[in-house]
């Protein structure tokens, strides 16, 4: 539920660029005899280098960046070099220019071959460690900007890097998703009104009917994983976690209707609940530019719109009497299948088997689930293996997307 | 500093959101596990600060006898039955006609194992049935509901707990086995739920089943006082024992599965490999957050970040972890029932897992796990002597 996931990913997680042409060092390497590291080795090497780098400048020097890199090497052929960068904010322009000073001294004493140095303002020390291969440096770029460096030297990896997805290219698919959520919700208007009308009549059975559509269209929104936030929450919140459980005040929402239809409530007390969802539905078709998940938010949900609907919907944590996971999971392959293609030519263009594989996926549980499910609304029960096996297989290929679409850049 | 950085914090401070328990393994130190004997009696119980066995069940009881006197036989022939299972040595025999003393289940000698068994009292004992209402620890609740919990209520709290530890999963089958028969009429089995601590993979602390060293160092016996072992205000029954939270947190491994390492890292905060935390090097490496104030290496609401900040306001609500992994069967779905079963004890439970837990609640890992069971108890002063016996304070 935590709306995190990705807050974290852009944060530090290293950015994947292939960087063009000679890699990020125009200089020959050292052609010493040194065994090349694997990429797993060369990535704990990076961290020694930075580590030992740290440990000998001012505590008071703080990052402000840090970017990873894998840039492709021209020689030999169908290698890579690993890189991170830290950008690094001395508190003056003394202290920094004294990091630069601590550093050559100490990386002169560890015995390390000394690339290019350019002293005064603009310093630039680059150094190699001849018994790896890896280059580490130091530059001053301005009085209260410093960055460190680490590379590699050119390595094998067991797969070949893609290129990372622009920022403009992640922008417009955000605003495709956004016009998808804004139809999908006028949907969800219009299905909310004939649940409000069917609440305000004497028929149980048309108003769970009402219910039940309401929600499938709210689920079509894939708003997994916290998107659209105390929106989401007010239209579908669950009790779980919540000190009073089903009983609790702040249980509202679709999800406390559906309580209702199936225990006994009458109908008429279930209308303020409908006029709040109302009321909640238009102030996120009005909040949309806002309130729709962050670009780079949307590759993962990819695959966490149907992880939620394995962790909740067939968990049987959202089924509130209705019966209806599997017939919402069935919605949840909607969604999916929408957000898939809003991706489709940047997946494509980097794996082009992946897409026609998910669909094949999507495609088979959408089977599984009619087959499961006489009608919808009908209890979980019954067969649920080839569900099962079609969600958790499908799972599995979307999951190979988010890797697929991140950005570049800092 | 990134955009999505900033959106990070713009969603740190919006706050919606599930709270959840730490996901940790022991520290390092206790991988070294003593090979002495824990021993039985003590102003405190063994299977607190012991080196933490191999092997544990987590047994909850409900009392079903109704006066004071039955249930301190009751508690009486806990005892009996603990030191015995904890010394080992040969059961006492009996015709052959007859059915025998002991299960069989560890031979006709009983090894003592590093056996330990700590019994832990919840607030549910102390309801009038035992008149006992005026005996209460002074903040021993029943554990409430925290965002993100789906609690199943066969899975909660309890009149009494046993924590069941030793280095083998025999010794604590046949101990909890052996208890539940000596008991049988007065202690009705509630829940329980078994667990194990991984060795070292391959080397320092434990991995979870996340696949992570996910241990901080515990505090040490010596700090007992200060932060694990009851304090003032209590009554005096309750000197030397120390309140226990437990949890039963369910892990979504298929999902955690399908999350690359790099996110596995950021949101925990150290590499999967080593251990070390993302501005690190090795395992044991402090982070240094304040040479990393906008969480660039170890973003700020990494898991370790989040539950020991490492400042001077926090330290008080530092608690010892013992908790252990669990692995049984399959959830609806077909996904395997694995997890954590987490136990900690402290001196206070709202300066502790509560404070721990208030601090978790923006925790990323938080979509990863599902508590659903567990609860607060007290455990209990240590056994004195040959003659004391669980809660005779309490109740003598």
Known sequence: MAPSRTALLAATTAVLAVVAGAGVFAFARSEAAVPVPTEREARALIDKYRGDSTAVISRDIRYTEAVRTIGACTDPPDTYTISSRYSMMPPSAAEGAAAVDALRKHWAGLGYHVVTDVPGQNSQLLTEDP????????SQRAASYLRLAVSSPCLTLPYTPTAPVLPEEQASVREAYQRYVAGVLDRLTADVAALRTAVAGPDRAKARAAWLTAQLTWDRVGAAYGSFGDYADAIDGLPQGLPGGVRDPHFTGLRRIEYGLWHGEALGALRPLVDAVAERVTALRGDLPDATPDAIDLPLRVHEILEDALRFHLAGLTDMGAGAALAETAADVDATAALLDLFGPLLDERRPDLRPA???????????IAVSLPKPGLSVGGVRRDVDAALGGVLETLAQAPGLLEVTGS | VSVSRRDALKRLTAGVVGAAAVAALPGAQSVMAADEAPSFHGPHQAGIFTPPQR???????DVAVSSAAALRQTLR???????????????????????????????????????????SVGAALFDGRFGLTGRRPRSLTTMGVFPGDALEPAWCHGDLLLQICADNPDTVHHALRDIARNTRGSLVPRYRRAGFLSPPRPSGTPRNLLGFKDGTSNPVEAEGAGLVWAGAGEPDWAAGGSYQALRFIRMHTEFWDRVSPAEQEAIIGRRRDSGAPLDGVRELDKPDYERDPAGLLIPLDAHIRLANPRTAETASSRILRRPYNYDDG???????????????????????????????????LNDYIRPFGGGYFFALPGVTSQDDWYGRGLLG
């Open chain 2, 330 to 364: 399959l959830v609806p779905g077909g996904d395997l029932d694995a997890g954590l079963v987490f136990c900690a004890y402290q001196q206070d439970l709202a300066r502790g897992f509560e404070a721990v837990q208030k601090r978790l609640a923006e925790d990323p």
């Open chain 1, 131 to 138: 018994a790896t291969g890896f280059r580490v440096g130091i």
């Open chain 2, 55 to 61: 092997s544990a069940i987590f047994a909850a009881f």
């Open chain 2, 77 to 119: 022939m806990l005892t009996a039955r603990a030191r015995f299972l904890t010394t080992g040595g040969e059961p006492p025999g009996g015709p052959i006609s007859s059915p025998p003393a002991d299960n069989g289940v560890l031979g006709p000698e009983i090894p003592a194992d590093r056996l330990t068994i700590t019994v």
């Open chain 1, 358 to 368: 998910a669909h094949a996926g999507l495609e088979q549980l959408r089977q599984a």
